[in-house]
Antibody, heavy 122, light 111 residues
Framework: QVQLVQSGAEVKKPGASVKVSCKAS????????MHWVRQAPGQGLEWMGI????????NYAQKFQGRVTMTRDTSTSTVYMELSSLRSEDTAVYYC???????????????WGQGTTVTVSS | QSVLTQPPSVSGAPGQRVTISCTGS?????????VHWYQQLPGTAPNLLIY???NRPSGVPDRFSGSKSGTSASLAITGLQAEDEADYYC???????????FGTGTKVTVL
């Protein structure tokens, strides 16, 4: 079945970087865009950016430009999200979400990973 | 803060109908960009509920329906059930931000 499996929880110190992985299975990896979304404790959802697994092109939310890098490895059907210069406000659950294909408009995330908790603390 | 505004909470008795609004602007919903809705149960990832304004993915009960008009969209839940108690988020694209945006989120409580 279609599945996105993310890497495990991370604890980082302020100023460090974190790299979260999202391994796809059950579908053609290069045929679907992948989004990254985060959710701080008790807060709402926040869109971080999108990557095309086929060509590797990216579009980052303005808030994260310069601090986020999204990459992919087609040989392992895995996308990565790296966030640098971490601060306490980056403590959140990070999700990858596959973009639905051929939805007839702007397409949503139809399959989500289980989430990766990133804690930034000194 | 989010550019899509939702009421923080709505509530209703079992069997009742509740609606959740999602108010945007001329750079997102009003510009014609589609609206999607997600349900998030406590401690779990969001689940797609409505896509492209009015469409339900397979497996989503027809108690859930979406609409869009002008700079706003709405999610309606009819025949409210205890299992509908969750957080709900709208999503659209914003041309001034050149990216996707989520609503502020609404907690639905079943009385």
């Amino acid at each position: 079945q279609v599945q996105l499996v993310q890497s495990g929880a991370e604890v980082k110190k302020p100023g460090a970087s974190v790299k979260v992985s999202c391994k796809a299975s059950g579908y053609s990896f290069t045929s679907y865009y992948m989004h990254w979304v985060r959710q701080a404790p008790g807060q709402g959802l926040e869109w971080m950016g999108i990557i095309s697994p086929s060509g590797g092109t990216t579009n980052y939310a303005q808030k994260f430009q310069g601090r986020v890098t999204m990459t992919r490895d087609t040989s392992t059907s895995t996308v990565y999200m790296e966030l640098s210069s971490l601060r306490s406000e980056d403590t959140a659950v990070y999700y990858c979400a596959r973009e639905m294909a051929h939805c007839g408009g702007d397409c949503p995330g139809d399959v989500w990973g289980q989430g990766t908790t990133v804690t930034v603390s000194s | 803060q989010s550019v899509l505004t939702q009421p923080p909470s709505v509530s209703g008795a079992p069997g009742q109908r509740v609606t959740i609004s999602c108010t945007g602007s001329s750079s997102n919903i009003g510009a014609g960009y589609d609206v999607h809705w997600y349900q998030q149960l406590p401690g779990t990832a969001p689940n797609l509920l409505i896509y492209v304004n009015t469409n339900r993915p397979s497996g989503v009960p027809d108690r859930f329906s979406g609409s869009k008009s002008g700079t706003s969209a709405s999610l309606a839940i009819t025949g409210l059930q205890a299992e509908d108690e969750a957080d709900y988020y709208c999503q659209s694209y914003d041309s001034s931000l050149s990216g996707y945006v989520f609503g502020t989120g609404t907690k639905v409580t079943v009385l």
